[in-house]
């Protein structure tokens, strides 16, 4: 890290991906010594076992991390290895009420911070790297984009049925899969590609959908402020920002 002229500290490997906040830590991935937790700018622990960031899903006081290897680790805040597991391919993981949501090439489990795995559903063939995972914040059900072929989202219930599914027939590229903070009945999903479109949770009716110009091989960064009913989106070298009910229209609770 580089202040105005000296250096300020340094974390002594490459970085190979942005830093991670969890708690009171800062989680990097280096290309030599893996996973390194800082405290305050101080090591406090490494596991050089971690391969490179695919993705990461944060649960109270434990992290989920899914590694390119195919490596799925569930770690705390002291560093320990709560549990792991192997895939034949990156994990897609995210948040959600009790744990975090793991998507593998087995099916759709929710892993508790205490390490106990509760199996979902099955999943449709899914792409390594552009499948994505979301929860509703109260626990009733969960989304998951399969990318690939099938390029089909699908909502499921708490208990793992299938509520709806809908085809998205273009080539998207990379996706990024969120609940709107503000009104979890808004379902997100915005793409490298520029496409954007927002659907109602409940009915998985298209609420708008849109195209901005983008070149990105990544996945756009979509974003909210606690409050306020807007969205913030970063594609390409633009950051845009939506009034949400005039995009999608008014909340509608069920």
């Known amino acids: 890290i580089y202040g105005a002229g000296p250096i300020v500290w340094h974390m002594g490997d490459t970085p ?14 280096g290309a030599a010594r893996g996973l390194m937790a800082y405290a305050d700018r101080a090591l406090a622990w490494e596991l050089p076992a971690v391969s490179r960031i695919a993705g990461y899903a944060v649960a109270g006081d434990v992290i989920a991390i899914a590694d390119r ?39 759709i489990w929710q892993v508790a911070p205490s390490g106990a795995w509760r199996w979902l559903a099955d999943a449709p063939a899914v792409q390594a790297d552009h499948s994505r995972l979301a929860a509703d914040p109260d626990g009733d059900g969960f989304y998951l984009w ?12 708490a208990a793992g049925a299938v509520r709806w599914q809908r085809a998205l027939p273009r080539d998207l590229g990379q996706v990024t899969l969120a609940i709107d903070q503000t009104c979890p009945q ?4 915005a793409t490298a590609r520029g496409y954007v479109t927002i659907f109602n949770t409940v009915t998985g009716n ?49």
Do not use: K
């Open 16 to 29: 190979d991906g942005p830093p991670i906040a969890f708690g009171d830590l800062v989680l990097v991935h």
């Open 69 to 107: 290897a195919g490596m799925f680790w569930f770690i705390d805040a002291e560093g320990r290895v709560i549990d792991d597991a192997e895939f034949e391919a990156p994990a897609s993981v995210a948040p959600m009420p009790g744990g975090v949501l793991l998507c593998g090439d087995d099916g």
């Open 146 to 157: 399969t990318g690939g072929q099938a390029r089909s989202l699908l909502a499921y219930d």
């Open 186 to 189: 808004r379902l997100i999903i």
């Open 206 to 254: 298209a609420l708008t959908e849109f195209r901005l110009y983008s070149e990105m091989r990544l996945a756009p960064f979509v974003g909210q402020v606690e409050g306020e009913d807007l969205l913030w989106l970063l594609l390409d070298n633009q950051l845009v920002t939506f009034d949400m009910t005039a995009l999608a229209g008014p909340c509608q609770t069920p």
